[in-house]
């Protein structure tokens, strides 16, 4: 199983762990990842898009394009990057937008041709530890899937809530339900917009799973929803508004753990 990798801006120059966790239990799965250095920015939502579609959409099937010369499908770990790839695809089945993005692209040397397909890490994992020997790591975990995955609209498919439920059973951790699971985590423009409201919804959740869980850790497939409840449960700890910080782990990682103690 081979993929053109695309990590996404946010695992590649800030978040180090994640990418090594995702390279390496890929590598143990069996999984091969191609990169590629001519790979732009996605670009995210809140970046090109919100002044220009039609120049977001162009960029986003460069990335394709590059992959479909390969003849590779793409994997990313990020959830917007996913959602974004999806989103420009379902856009792009329209004939006439595609003709007049790629009349952009070919200046370039590039035509996209709707052939490469878009996977999160979740769809591979779910694929693949089916038959893989793990350590179950016996532990309890709240997850937080992230608005990217949990509200799909008609590009994403849904059921990834479950498929995150599942793989962490298949690496022995119970998944601790709470009332505010499908919470918005307060990334994305809001931070930038309104700092102080961006960090109540952080209270909110990790107030939710403190006082409903006996959870030892909270575990995402997206690196932003992971950034923000990380560096907001700081800030929250430091105002003496919580008692103490949750770890919070990228999917990749726990994977990573559990492969690390398999046969």
Known sequence: MRFAFFPGCRVAFEYPEVEVAVRGSLES??????????????????????????????????????AEEKGLDLLTPCCECYSVFRYAMWKLEDDELLGEVNRTLVRFG???????KVFHVLDV????????????L??????????????????????YQEMLEGILKRV??????YSRMDYFCGKGSLRLLDPKTSLEFVEVIV????AETEAEF??????ECRERLE???????????????????????????SLEGGE
């Not at 732009?40 to 809140?46: N, V, W």
């Not at 994992?125 to 179950?136: A, E, N, P």
């Not at 449960?233 to 726990?254: G, T």
């Open 110 to 116: 590039k035509v996209y041709r709707r052939r490469a």
């Open 29 to 66: 799965l069996g999984v091969e990842l191609v990169d590629f250095s001519s790979f732009s920015c996605c670009p995210a939502y809140d970046t090109v898009m919100s002044f220009d579609l039609l120049t977001s959409l162009t960029i986003t099937a460069r990335n394709l394009a590059i």
């Open 231 to 257: 560096s907001g449960q700081k800030r929250l700890f430091e105002e003496d508004r919580i008692e103490k910080i949750i770890p919070v782990y990228h999917i990749s990682q726990v994977v990573m753990m």
């Open 172 to 177: 022995g951790v119970e998944v601790q339900e």
């Open 207 to 210: 107030r939710s799973v403190a």
């Open 138 to 159: 016996g532990s309890k975990a709240a997850i937080h899937t992230g608005c990217h995955l949990t509200w799909p609209g008609r590009f994403v498919s849904e059921g």
């Open 125 to 136: 994992y779910d694929r693949v530890l089916k038959r893989s020997r793990l350590r179950k």
């Open 218 to 223: 909270i575990v995402t497939p997206c690196p």
